[in-house]
T-cell receptor
Framework: NAGVMQNPRHLVRRRGQEARLRCSPVKGHSHVYWYRQLPEEGLKFMVYLQKENIIDESGMPKERFSAEFPKEGPSILRIQQVVRGDSAAYFC??????????????FGPGTRLLVL | DQQVKQNSPSLSVQEGRISILNCDYTNSMFDYFLWYKKYPAEGPTFLISISSIKDKNEDGRFTVFLNKSAKHLSLHIVPSQPGDSAVYFCAAQPGSARQLTFGSGTQLTVLP
């Protein structure tokens, strides 16, 4: 299965702890996107990364959230000092290099974060 | 400010009949539109897309129609099958950026 991989699939944290979500894109894809889905809502864009670069983080909260996509290894979405409102499903998507306008993004199965 | 709207939270259709899911958008900068299907506890699965230079795109049982003047698109599934029961999301992408803007989804139930 060469699809987008995310782990863990489920993550439980207590308020104030850190959450680290990992995403391995489709092999050969160099664009990674993170989206968040709150209950009963659609997915909301958070951040767009290419290898070693954050291209657009306009959807990511300014505090406590950070993302990276290193040269080697998966993309990481990091949430520091989690609060109950961070409970959501976090989806990663990837698309290939040199995709032009109108590219299709392929999604992983998501990480469901529950903050107690 | 919802730029992509799916006004029907749910839709029930008899097996074998046509399912029509609707989506409206407000941002005239959107020039690429996609439909995704999502099962519980899974990620969205890409179904079909359409560029703003077209008004129709067909792939097997799935057809997407785009009416740019009305800022409206629809997904037709015919014939509908019980396995099509899922949440369907409409998404849009502007030419100037890569991120997708999603609607809130429509739960489709196909009754056997």
């Amino acid at each position: 299965n060469a699809g987008v991989m995310q782990n863990p699939r489920h993550l439980v944290r207590r308020r104030g702890q850190e959450a680290r979500l990992r995403c391995s894109p489709v092999k050969g894809h160099s664009h990674v996107y993170w989206y968040r889905q709150l209950p009963e809502e659609g997915l909301k864009f958070m951040v767009y990364l290419q290898k070693e670069n954050i291209i657009d983080e306009s959807g990511m909260p300014k505090e406590r959230f950070s993302a990276e996509f290193p040269k080697e290894g998966p993309s990481i979405l990091r949430i520091q000092q989690v609060v109950r409102g961070d409970s959501a499903a976090y989806f990663c998507a990837s698309s290939p290099l040199l995709a032009g306008r109108g590219e299709t993004q392929y999604f992983g199965p998501g990480t469901r974060l529950l903050v107690l | 400010d919802q730029q992509v709207k799916q006004n029907s939270p749910s839709l029930s259709v008899q097996e074998g009949r046509i399912s029509i899911l609707n989506c409206d958008y407000t941002n005239s900068m959107f020039d690429y539109f996609l439909w995704y299907k999502k099962y519980p506890a899974e990620g969205p699965t890409f179904l079909i897309s359409i560029s703003s230079i077209k008004d129709k795109n067909e792939d097997g049982r799935f057809t997407v129609f785009l009416n740019k003047s009305a800022k409206h698109l629809s997904l037709h599934i015919v014939p509908s099958q019980p396995g099509d029961s899922a949440v369907y999301f409409c998404a849009a992408q502007p030419g100037s950026a890569r991120q997708l803007t999603f609607g809130s989804g429509t739960q489709l139930t196909v009754l056997p």
